[in-house]
């Protein structure tokens, strides 16, 4: 078990291009979360996975975000047309849940954007 | 809904003394609530939760927290710091254990001083 992983650790893009970033979760974790950290803040919750399903996103997601998890493994995280606000740490975190039981979430070191 | 007030976004002690990070939560469902650790640069690894039964709760490096319903407190204490305690520190709350969706305190950066 290597914990949570996530790629690219930094990114550095100019505003208006498309970033995509990878999470490879626990193996046997089937809940998968997406958190976004600004500076001197606190993680907000994005949206999570329960295996290959999206089933929350949060209305900080707005529609130039998209998150996939084909077949219920990595995830997946897209920022279209970048502004200078999207600059921040994105987390990934996995958990195993199964109804109202389960583990706590783990997090990876996440990547850091910024947008110039 | 849930959330949480970190009081004090820097906290100094000397090394030796007693840390005391307070969190103080909100939330209309039985909380499960943790303290998380960030070094800079780097992820959140978990101290420790609570969950349900036994009110105080032990973690890693020698941290502990005591549930208080009725001050809907959630403070994280150590009693000697160290200097690798040094980093950012955050409670979390969830009121749903399966969905794990965590809603953060701001943080409190803690620094030790030798």
């Known amino acids: 078990d290597t914990g949570v992983s996530q790629d690219p650790r930094h990114k550095i893009t100019k505003r208006g291009q498309n970033v995509t970033f990878r999470c490879d979760p626990i193996?046997?974790?089937?809940?998968l979360y997406w958190y976004r950290q600004t500076l001197g803040q606190g993680p907000e919750f994005l949206t999570y996975?329960?295996?290959?399903?999206?089933?929350?996103k949060s209305r900080l997601l707005s529609d130039r975000f998209s998150a996939e998890r084909p077949k219920g493994s990595f995830s997946t995280l897209e920022i279209q047309r970048t502004e200078q606000g999207d600059s921040a740490m994105y987390l990934c975190?996995?958990?195993?849940?199964?109804?109202?039981?389960?583990?706590?979430?783990?997090f990876g070191q996440g990547t850091r954007l910024t947008v110039v | 809904a849930q959330s949480v007030t970190q009081l004090g976004s820097h906290v100094s002690v000397s090394e030796g003394a007693l840390v005391l990070l307070r969190c103080n939560y909100s939330s209309s469902v039985p909380p499960y609530l943790f303290w998380y650790v960030q070094y800079p640069n780097q992820g959140l690894q978990l101290l420790l939760k609570y969950t349900t039964g036994a009110t105080l709760v032990k973690g890693i490096n020698g941290f502990e927290a005591e549930f208080k319903k009725s001050e809907t407190s959630f403070h994280l204490t150590k009693p000697s710091a160290h200097m690798s305690d040094a980093a950012e520190y955050f409670c979390a709350v969830t009121g749903e254990w399966g969905a794990q969706k965590l809603v953060f305190g701001q943080g409190t950066r803690l620094t030790i001083n030798p």
């Open positions: 996975f329960q295996n290959e399903a999206q089933l929350e």
């Open positions: 975190a996995s958990s195993l849940g199964r109804g109202g039981e389960g583990t706590e979430a783990f």
């Open positions: 193996s046997e974790h089937n809940r």
